[in-house]
């Protein structure tokens, strides 16, 4: 019996009874909208653009994979639509047109379907696209390349309120005020979208709450300010990183101590790279950092079946 039910085990993404991956990326989809709504409502319908072109690419690129190595069409369970909109919202809104059309490529062919598809995958494809992006075309993805519009206002250049060292007010961060990238400056709608999957059981709470907590306490702690502790966890990507990103079912741990382990190691490599490299951002390549850790951290926080006697040699 024990030999069939490991035949039955799928990979990941493991899907509650009732739910379809189709019906969580839906969910997810949904989560994401008051974000994308607050990026072109702050950066002007260009940043609609830019996600329009993610997810039409990343759409295209995997019916494109798939329609070449003959095998059967999944673009229906959304995953790529997913997938798109991340991508587009770890983008500055100044980007050229195609760079979000590389990056799908990069996203879902590299990363997604080479592997195996959905599940299979080892690391976050929207960030290790934007990863690649970063290293590949720096002046495209930093500095002068972030922006914020004030309505009204034509829309200035300037450096992310992590690059700029305490140019902005807490309040000023918390609902957006700030330059980034079209997803992560609208903090209060990733909250509300962060908060509904919690709610719906489509993510754990643990993952984003230890993560952001990890990251104030260890900036509070060095900084000997709380105020420190909180200008973390407001600038940059932390927010989308935590809610959306370092909770992605194919790349982070099924146990609960698992999802512990990995929120607290996200939070801690954050604050790392953040103190101690030259790069101001460390969220992103924390969570890829920690994708690499997940089937060890699984090995090892999977509870032990009642009953099971330990082989022999």
């Keep these: 019996m024990e030999e069939m039910a490991l035949k039955r085990a799928s990979s990941s993404p493991h899907i509650h009874a009732g739910r379809t991956v189709q019906g969580v990326m839906l ?4 989560a994401l909208a008051p974000a994308g709504v607050f990026g072109v409502y702050t950066f002007g319908w260009r940043a609609l653009l830019i996600i329009a072109v993610s997810v039409l690419s990343a759409v295209f690129w995997e019916w494109l994979y798939e329609r070449m190595a003959k095998k059967p069409c999944t673009v229906g369970d959304l995953s790529a639509v997913v997938t798109g909109i991340l991508l587009a919202y770890n983008l500055p809104v100044t980007v050229p ?3 979000p059309v590389i990056g ?9 379907m080479i592997f195996g598809g959905l599940g299979a995958n080892f690391v976050n494809p929207a960030l290790t696209a934007r990863a690649i992006l970063m290293t590949s075309w720096v002046g495209y993805m930093s500095g002068s390349a972030y922006q914020m519009s004030v309505r009204g206002v034509d829309a200035i250049s300037g450096a992310t309120p992590l690059a700029s060292q305490g140019g902005y007010e807490l309040w000023q961060l918390f609902v957006g005020q700030c330059p980034g990238c079209i997803g992560e400056v609208g903090r209060v709608a990733i909250l509300v979208g962060g ?3 919690i709610v719906r059981g489509i993510i754990s709470w643990r993952v984003p709450a230890l993560m952001l907590l990890t990251l104030f306490v260890c900036t509070w702690l060095a900084e000997g300010s709380a105020h420190a502790g909180l200008y973390a966890i407001l600038s ?3 927010f989308l990183a935590a809610f959306f990103m370092a909770t992605d079912y194919a790349t982070s741990p099924v146990t609960p101590v698992g999802k512990c382990i990995m929120g607290v190691g996200c939070g801690l490599i954050t604050f790392v790279i ?8 460390g969220a992103s390549y924390a969570v890829l950092i920690m994708n690499l850790t997940v089937p060890l951290i699984d090995r090892y926080t999977r509870p032990r079946v009642y009953g ?3 082989k022999r040699a």
């Design 27 to 30: 969910e997810v989809i949904v």
């Design 97 to 99: 047109l195609w760079m």
């Design 104 to 112: 799908a490529l990069l996203a879902i062919v590299l990363v997604k």
């Design 195 to 197: 908060l509904y999957l």
């Design 236 to 238: 940059g990507g932390v």
């Design 274 to 281: 953040r103190r101690f490299s030259s790069m101001p951002e």
């Design 308 to 310: 099971e006697v330990k």
